[in-house]
């Protein structure tokens, strides 16, 4: 059944909260947590307002006094407004603050470029000590708030707004590494979040008709990122291809290819939004067939990639000896 990751981390917390003293939830208004919620958690709730900066600092005093907060904003806030706030009090002094941040990627499409974060990954991966995830699905949710109670210094969570469908059954995945959820040797295809997981998969079905084989990697942590399992899968293949709901430039993409071009020089090719702000306003759905993050063009894309090379000579898998 179809769930948002918001709620099914709303719905994780609480029982957290009840066993845990130490854990309080800051809310920054987002309309998440209503009144039944913030009674049930008592004193571990704290409702904030739209003081995104002010929330992080807030934060940041309450772990550094031996508290571990879970603070919820939107990804477009957490990554702009409050960033000095991140960097300088959280980051910087490693502090174990849970940045839980909803409307992650095009999931606030219908309010526009304002509210829209297809630049928090980047931004936020290259913050010393900063753990940095995406799940895929409402489980993948759940598993990565109990897991971040042993999460050493700061973590940030990107999460969505409406409900999306949930991946096939497979083991539940683990903070820092990559979940292979198929298996190929043919090319890898290297994604995060919702979305892109659910294209990729469907993608490789499609290519295996066309006798394509490919290793679908849900990369769902960028920071530390599994640079082992995806070199593993890379060296071996002919190309990579990485989907995800965030400008192309600095992200996921970004974090394949410097893995891949210090250890395994395989083609990476990375699909996402193009290099400018969204033009047109609708729901996330819409938007992301609109910018293609879409099965059909990860299957265009491989076919074209391979028939080019193919062309020059270029197709044989690689001796890994």
């Known amino acids: 059944m179809s769930r948002a990751t918001r709620e099914a981390y709303r719905d994780c917390l609480l029982p957290l909260l009840n066993g845990h003293p130490d854990l309080i939830c800051l809310d920054t208004d987002t309309g998440l947590f209503n009144a039944e919620y913030a009674v049930a958690a008592g004193e571990q709730y704290l409702n904030l307002g739209i003081a ?35 960097k300088i009090d959280i980051a910087y002094n490693r502090l174990p603050v849970r940045i839980m941040a909803t409307h992650g990627g095009l999931a606030a499409g219908h309010l526009g470029p304002t509210h829209q974060a297809l630049e928090d990954l980047a931004v936020f991966r290259v913050l010393p000590g900063m753990t940095v995830v995406v799940p895929a699905d409402a489980a993948a949710t759940e598993a990565f708030v109990e897991q971040s109670l042993d999460v050493p210094g700061p973590l940030y969570v990107r999460l969505g707004r409406k409900p999306s469908p949930p991946l096939p059954a497979s083991p539940p995945p683990v903070i820092g590494k990559a979940q292979t959820l198929r298996q190929g040797g043919d090319v890898v295809l290297a994604c995060c979040g919702p979305y892109p997981v659910l294209a ?16 679908v990697l849900n990369l769902h942590t960028l920071r530390p990122f599994d640079a082992e399992a995806l070199v593993a899968a890379a060296r071996p293949a002919t190309l990579v291809v990485t989907v995800e709901e965030h400008w192309c430039n600095g992200g996921l993409g970004g974090a394949v290819a410097e893995a891949v071009a210090e250890a395994a020089p395989t083609r990476v090719l990375r699909l996402g939004v193009p290099d400018r702000f969204v033009d047109v306003v609708g729901s996330q759905e819409h938007l992301v067939a609109h910018y293609e993050l879409t099965a059909e063009r990860v299957v265009r894309t491989v076919r074209t990639a391979l028939d080019t090379a ?5 197709t044989d898998r690689k001796d890994t000896t």
Request: glycine residues 8%; hydrophobic residues 55%.
């Open 52 to 86: 995104e900066h002010n929330l992080m600092g807030i934060a940041a005093g309450m772990a550094a006094c031996g508290r571990v907060p879970f603070v919820n904003t939107m990804a477009a806030f957490a990554t702009s407004r409050a960033l000095e706030a991140v």
């Open 200 to 215: 990729c998969l469907t993608a490789a079905d499609v290519l295996a008709v066309h006798g394509i084989e490919a290793t």
């Open 310 to 314: 193919a062309r020059s000579g270029t």
